[in-house]
């Protein structure tokens, strides 16, 4: 779907199609954690994440023909959970292709929901030729985890319900994968004047460097956050980040990893590396604004994995 432009509009559609389909995530008090800090805490969505919201608007725009081919995704594990998840509500077959180092958390999760799992790639960019195959082959619906502008508009809602609970926002600050919801958000929140800070790992900085040239780059991500190890930042959410004027950080493992602490220790949130990258930058002093909002994107992480981060292992 590359070159397909989505605007403030869509996101404001996907909001009524998926209301009462998604849970409205709470906007918490984060102080504890940062002085006047406050926290949309995605984690409590269906399935763990914000994925939810755009594999459901995306799913609710298939035709019938579509529905029948089944559908198939690329993910290290919150987009396959949340993909298996919508697919088992309506009844279709899925497939996802993940890679070798993925969470076998995630991914188990995904399976006891239906979805079939070929995990046989060694990085994510085998991951991303594996489904092109199987798409070729099967004609299923692919269903792209962050560059389908129907999936960026479903997770652009997190920034409506921003705006609408916190009206005095200046800076909203958005952990940063494969760009997907930092595009959204930043659609739904820039018209209104709102800064958007994309906050990448050091070792997995993808949509910096596409900022930077323009253009797609693809990357080999190495991080402890295995929500934001995507091969590239891809056109339409580059187009979109270009647009709303996105700015963009990056922070090291260490901080993720402290700032997971903190959220666990101060705020009583159980979130996963790739959720707590926000938080880092701003306690990492890389944010600045009067009214900050930081998304903590996910809660979906491995007991072994969130233990040694916890104790500083």
């Known amino acids: 779907m590359s070159g397909e432009p989505f605007s403030r509009d869509d996101v404001v559609r996907a909001a009524e199609t998926i209301r009462g389909r998604v849970r409205r995530t709470p906007l918490l008090d984060g102080a504890e954690v940062a002085p006047g800090l406050r926290l949309k805490a995605e984690l409590l969505q269906h399935t763990g994440s914000f994925k939810a919201r755009g594999v459901t608007n995306r799913l609710a725009a298939m035709s019938a023909e579509e529905r029948s081919r089944g559908v198939a995704g690329a993910s290290a594990g919150n987009h396959a959970i949340a993909l298996a998840w919508g697919a088992a509500r309506e009844g279709l077959e899925c497939v996802v292709y993940s890679w070798a180092a993925a969470s076998p958390f995630k991914l188990d999760r995904a399976r006891a929901l239906g979805a079939r799992i070929d995990a046989e790639a060694e990085d994510p960019a085998g991951a991303f030729a594996g489904l092109e195959e199987h798409i070729a082959t099967t004609g299923a619906t692919l269903v792209h985890p962050f560059d389908d502008p129907l999936v960026m508009a479903g997770q652009g809602t997190v920034g409506l319900e921003i705006l609408e609970d916190a009206p005095d926002a200046d800076v909203v600050v958005v952990p940063v994968g494969g760009g997907g919801l930092v595009a959204g958000i930043a659609t ?124 500083g292992r």
């Open 188 to 311: 739904a929140v820039a018209p209104r004047g709102v800064r958007v800070v994309g906050v990448e790992p050091d070792g997995s900085a993808a949509l910096l460097p596409a900022l930077e040239a323009g253009k797609p780059v693809p990357v080999t991500p190495s991080t402890i956050a295995g929500g934001l190890d995507a091969p590239y930042t891809a056109p339409n959410a580059l187009a979109a980040c270009q647009a709303a004027g996105v700015q963009v950080v990056t922070v090291p493992d260490e901080a993720i990893a402290d700032a997971m602490r903190r959220l666990y220790a101060d705020a009583k949130l159980a979130c996963e590396p790739a959720g707590a990258a926000g938080v880092a930058a701003v306690l990492s002093g890389l944010v600045e604004g009067e009214s900050v909002v930081a998304v903590v994107s996910g809660g979906n992480v491995g007991p072994d994995i969130a233990s040694g981060i916890l104790i």
